[in-house]
């Protein structure tokens, strides 16, 4: 089946360690997003990737990094250098282009204690 | 003001109601637009694509104003299956599409 593949579903983590948010698509999509969602807000865009080897900051990438060798896989690192990773984080792909909807994987619940 | 503004709600509505979801866009240059749905710790899903000509699918009825930069969405007859959180995302060329904070609706028998 094609899909975003998003893993762990849920993950917890100390305070001040880093941790890599998989995210794998098959659906030959040339771009890739990160989004980040806490409670009863909206998704706000963390990072995103148009084309391998090439990816732009969103809105609040500070603490975060991604990196794109492949294709079809975009981790996200939340660094320790993020002050409250606590939440919910959606990986998206579509074909990219300006009329393309966003397709999401079913996301991945940081908690970090 | 932020690039993309919906009704904040609640919507508390009977089951059969009509009820109808605005939300602005401050970026003139933003070219497609998009109604997602939300269940309660999923992720979005999309509902429908919203055209310049205005779409129709079923119950729901999408609408876009460029002149006045909002776009909407009408759903009829509502279901109890409704009840979810429904998100409005605008795309601007070359970027990603950027989301509202999304509009709850709660449909009761």
């Known amino acids: 089946d094609g899909g975003i593949t998003q893993s762990p579903k849920y993950l917890f983590r100390k305070e001040g360690q880093n941790v890599t948010l998989s995210c794998e698509q098959n659906?030959?999509?040339?771009?890739m997003y990160w989004y980040r969602q806490d409670p009863g807000q909206g998704l706000r865009l963390i990072y995103y990737?148009?084309?391998?080897?090439?990816?732009q900051k969103g809105d609040i990438a500070e603490g975060y990094s991604v990196s794109r060798e492949k294709k079809e896989s975009f981790p996200l690192t939340v660094t320790s250098a993020q002050k409250n990773p606590t939440a919910f984080y959606l990986c998206a792909s579509s074909m990219g282009g300006w009329d393309t909807e966003a397709f999401f994987g079913q996301g991945t619940r940081l908690t970090v204690v | 003001r932020k690039e993309v503004e919906q009704d904040p709600g609640p919507f508390n509505v009977p089951e059969g109601a009509t009820v109808a979801f605005n939300c602005t866009y401050s970026?003139?240059?933003?070219?497609?637009f998009f109604w997602y749905r939300q269940d309660c710790r999923k992720e979005p899903k999309l509902l429908m694509s919203v055209y310049s000509s205005g779409n129709e699918d079923g119950r729901f009825t999408a609408q876009l104003n460029r002149a006045s930069q909002y776009i909407s969405l009408l759903i009829r007859d509502s279901k109890l299956s409704d009840s979810a959180t429904y998100l409005c995302a605008v795309n601007q060329a070359g970027t990603a599409l950027i989301f509202g904070k999304g509009t709850t609706l709660s449909v009761s028998s």
């Open positions: 990737s148009q084309i391998v080897n090439d990816f």
């Open positions: 659906l030959n999509h040339d771009a």
């Open positions: 970026n003139s240059a933003s070219q497609s």
